[in-house]
């Protein structure tokens, strides 16, 4: 058991001092590109300026042949790209393959400068997170890094839900946690080949009507139920408890912009901040769902302002507003001025006079 004072020191002569606490950047979308692919690079800078998160993505899509290619692109877009104020994170290979190690010391060595943070797939328990922190400490030590970078796990196995908190609470790194569904679905021994999003079979029906149940006379209306909102919320808890944020991950089906909206929404309303997005279309959908919404935005700065000093209870509206209602009021109003001052439609849309504006 390490001292708990120990716990902010490097873990590595020379390394960068561990932050006190995780930034909250705006990070409604990370958006994944392959950079072995040379066609996808050439349109980043059109993309970057139109995400929170631009991420290079080393693991899965990329066929084992083209790691190394993956690894150099990575290299090449973190030394020649302008990323203004987005993010720019990568996800190496997991921890058991063959290339991770090198991932994980060519996107310090070479790329430490610009990345934010290292996402790492298939984490299971804390000892991941320990070797992780170990040996990030030692290669920015050898880059002559100033700034720590990031570590950011998915939750792909049935181990890692199970060790949700203590993965949270492994090191001063951890900057978040996203959801993996497909590969926890395979772990979990589901039977859905979806990439996230719910499933037809996965609902509740509607009791008998007059008892009606061999000659189902009359249709009994069904609901679908949401596969992930467990995990999701356990996630969401765990995070919050540790001072981290939480993301969802991948909406598989490109094409169903609707039932990706509806997850998407689900997420945020459940606490996070944020979804992967695999292909353009979904940028726009992350940006609208993980936005508050200014009528929201518009109720919560009334609660606030009725409630003045944050204490008692007041009527507005026909519904009672009290101490809890301002700090949920301020969690809105909180996050529409830190994307507002990255966004100026949203700005403008909330009524906000200037970005940096304060309720």
Not at 54 to 74: H, Q, S, Y
Request: with cysteine; net charge negative.
């Amino acid at each position: 058991m390490r001292n708990p004072k120990d716990f902010f020191r490097p873990l590595a002569v020379g390394a960068p001092e561990p932050v006190r606490e995780i930034p909250f950047r705006p990070s409604r979308m990370i958006h994944f590109f392959p950079s072995s692919n040379q066609k996808m690079v050439g349109k980043l800078p059109d993309i970057i300026p139109t995400v929170d998160v631009i991420l290079a993505n080393l693991e899965d899509g990329v066929p084992a042949t083209d790691k190394e290619a993956a690894r150099a692109g990575l290299v090449e877009v973190a030394k020649k790209t302008d990323f203004g104020d987005t993010q720019f994170w990568t996800r190496v290979n997991s921890l058991d393959s063959p290339w991770g190690l090198d991932d994980l010391t060519a996107a310090v060595l070479e790329a430490g400068d610009a990345l934010d943070v290292i996402m790492i797939p298939k984490v299971e328990g804390p000892e991941d997170i320990h070797y992780v922190d170990r040996l990030l400490a030692q290669l920015e030590a050898k880059a002559g890094l100033t700034e720590p970078i990031l570590v950011h796990a998915i939750l792909e196995t049935a181990r890692g839900v199970a060790n949700v908190e203590e993965i949270c609470a492994a090191s001063p790194r951890m900057q978040g946690l996203s959801l993996g569904p497909a590969d926890l679905a395979a772990n979990r021994r589901m039977k859905t080949t979806r990439v996230g999003g719910g499933h037809p079979g996965y609902l509740v029906r509607q009791d008998p009507i007059d008892g009606d149940i061999e000659g189902e006379t009359h249709p009994r209306t069904t609901y679908q139920q949401d596969l992930w909102h467990y995990t999701v919320a356990r996630m969401v808890d765990a995070c919050a408890a540790n001072g981290i944020l939480p993301y969802y991950g991948p909406f598989g089906d490109i094409k169903d912009v609707v039932a990706c909206e509806d997850q998407f929404r689900n997420a945020f309303l459940l606490g996070c901040v944020g979804a992967w997005s695999l292909h353009p279309v979904q940028i726009a959908i992350a940006k609208r769902v993980f936005s508050p919404d200014p009528a929201d935005v518009a109720h919560a700065l009334e609660v606030i302002e009725a409630m003045g000093d944050g204490t008692g209870a007041v009527m507005l509206n026909g519904k009672m507003e009290d101490d809890a209602s301002v700090k949920q009021c301020r969690v809105m109003v909180d996050l529409a001025h830190q994307l507002a001052d990255r966004d100026p439609e949203l700005a403008t849309s909330y009524g906000f006079a200037a970005a940096g504006s304060e309720a």
